[in-house]
């Protein structure tokens, strides 16, 4: 079933009247634990269309500004052909509209942020996420969801937020002071100053992974981890990147749905709308 975001109408969701094109990529092709996130685009896409669309905080409709949704990318064979059909499409887009990438498995992610690297000179990727995903080759290939902040890394700086995994070989693949682990933002009041002051360029592409949220809060990821970001921290991190620097477009990926709790959902499709207000309206 094919859902707008937001359920809106052709007036709002047409293409050349949206300033906004939401591209959905349902891979899962190299998750390792609990599959699923391949459901997580139409999943969110259906929970936005159940949403209210005025927001109380900035006390307008952030819809207006016109948000395009694609048809679903895929199926793909592979995560090298995934990335290189997705990075293809996504180009196609990022001069003239503003770009938001729904997953699926986090290996999604580098196709939109090499579109965004080679459109914006000077870039920095901001990664929030319960894992470092720096692992330079895994099961095989280096475009498993646990290498796509490597490869990132190969084309613009990395700040990691959130962070509470990862694996020993990772431990020398990062600049230290790039990383923000979970259960030091606990103790720092100044965090999101220190976070923003490690992105040294003004233009930045943001990428979400669901798990990087508290599984109190969002337990329908692929590999929860207790100790995570709760909504509103959150949301006051984005608000600040928002407000500070130039985000040329962002990602959520890793929604695993659950068909008996649709909160998940719903949290990942107001995250997108929130943004979309920062973006706009800020």
């Not at 990664?127 to 902040?149: P, W």
């Amino acid at each position: 079933m094919k859902y707008n975001f937001g359920g809106l109408e052709e007036k709002f969701s047409s293409y050349d009247s949206s300033n906004i094109v939401i591209v959905p990529i349902p891979y899962d092709g190299t998750s390792t634990w609990i599959k699923g996130a391949d459901k997580g685009p139409e999943a969110i896409l259906e929970a936005s269309a159940n949403m209210e669309l005025y927001d109380i905080e900035y006390d307008t409709e952030f819809y207006t500004v016109g948000i395009h949704t694609l048809e679903p990318l895929g199926p793909y064979a592979s995560p090298e052909e995934m990335v290189e059909n997705a990075y293809q499409e996504i180009k196609q887009h990022v001069s003239n509209k503003f770009v938001i990438t729904l997953g699926g498995e986090h290996s999604i992610s580098y196709a939109p942020i090499k579109a965004h690297v080679e459109e914006y000179e000077s870039l920095t990727v901001l990664q929030l996420d319960a894992h470092s995903d720096l692992r330079d080759e895994y099961e095989g290939s280096k475009f498993n969801h646990a290498c796509v902040m490597a490869r990132a890394k190969e084309i613009a700086p990395v700040v990691h937020v959130g962070i509470r995994s990862q694996c020993v070989e990772e431990l020398n693949s990062f600049d230290k002071e790039n990383m923000f682990y979970a259960h030091e933002l606990y103790y720092n009041r100044n965090w999101i100053e220190d976070v923003l002051s490690r992105i040294k360029t003004k233009n930045v592409y943001i990428t979400i992974d669901l798990d990087v949220f508290d599984p109190s809060i969002m337990p329908s990821t692929g590999t929860p981890e207790p100790g995570g970001l709760l909504w509103y921290e959150t949301l006051e991190l984005l608000e600040e990147t928002f407000r500070k620097k130039n985000v040329v477009g962002f990602d959520v990926v890793e929604l695993c749905p659950n068909e008996h709790n649709k909160a998940p959902n719903f949290l990942a499709a107001k995250l997108v709308y929130k943004m979309i207000g920062y973006k706009f309206y800020m």
